[in-house]
């Protein structure tokens, strides 16, 4: 039997796919795509004769399914989900019982939305003396948050900190997060990351809120939050000409 692909499509734009995504899916004979995120273009690239499925629409079971009798036709499946398969992607419910039937799974890795934000805001998560830490999370919603994930037991780091699927609860976010966060906290807001339509907003945790209510952003979004958004940092040690490693010696 063939294996089933798992790609991570990026954030939207499509030349954001790996090189390796993107051969995959022109090799496919079925194509499954998160159409609800992941922009038609990046599946563009199919073959003609392949089989194209939006999953926006189907059920966990109707996946499998198609990915079942797929495989055991001697079909290769692309799985294409967005950003990267490991973060929010609902891809072990697919594969545990998929392997269970002996079907291989390959996971191929892409661009997530918040390293997509950062590269939007050209800003780094992690600076000397500012935050060596990046922290992923979400509020909890529909989708419960472990207690000891709860938002502000987190914002007590006061780490870098990337907030998926919340910014339709941006007040609650808020409210937890200056818990801990001073409200002068540097804050910024990208939707839709690297598509056409791209919104950024930036402000702080005082009125970061007003801000994006005002640019009617409420979905597809990330939050990001902490000091590596302001303007002062060290250099790193890196490219110090009085720093030695394995490959310089230092100048000085």
């Not at 780091?157 to 919340?166: E, G, N, Q, T």
């Not at 409210?175 to 702080?204: C, F, M, S």
């Not at 979905?219 to 890196?238: C, H, M, N, P, R």
Request: hydrophobic share 40%.
């Amino acid at each position: 039997m063939n294996k089933v692909y798992f790609i991570g499509a990026g954030p939207g734009d499509p030349d954001l796919i790996t090189v390796k995504g993107k051969k995959i899916i022109e090799k496919a004979d079925v194509v499954i795509y998160a159409g609800s995120l992941v922009p038609v273009e990046v599946v563009k690239c199919r073959k003609s004769e392949s089989e194209l499925y939006n999953s926006a629409g189907m059920t966990l079971d109707e996946v499998l399914g198609v990915i079942k009798s797929s495989v055991k036709s001697g079909k290769i499946v692309a799985r294409v989900h967005t950003g990267d398969p490991s973060i929010y992607g609902a891809i072990r419910e697919q594969i545990d019982p998929l392997e269970e039937l002996e079907i291989e799974c390959e996971v191929v890795p892409g661009v997530s939305s918040f390293t997509a934000s950062a590269a939007a805001l050209k800003k780094e998560f992690t600076l000397p003396d500012v935050s060596q830490t990046v922290i992923c999370t979400r509020i909890a919603g529909r989708t419960l948050v472990p207690e000891k994930e709860d938002l502000d037991k987190l914002a007590a780091h006061r780490a870098s900190m990337a907030v998926f699927l919340s910014v339709g609860m941006i007040d609650k976010v808020v409210e937890k997060l200056r818990k801990y966060y001073p409200g002068n906290t540097p804050a910024a807001v990208v939707q839709r990351a690297t598509w056409p339509d791209e919104k950024i907003v930036l402000g702080t945790l005082d009125d970061i809120r007003d801000k994006v209510k005002d640019k009617n952003i409420s979905k597809t979004a990330q939050i990001l939050v902490g000091d590596f958004l302001g303007d002062e940092y060290k250099k790193s040690k890196l490219y110090d000409e009085e720093f030695t490693h394995e490959y310089r010696k230092a100048k000085k």
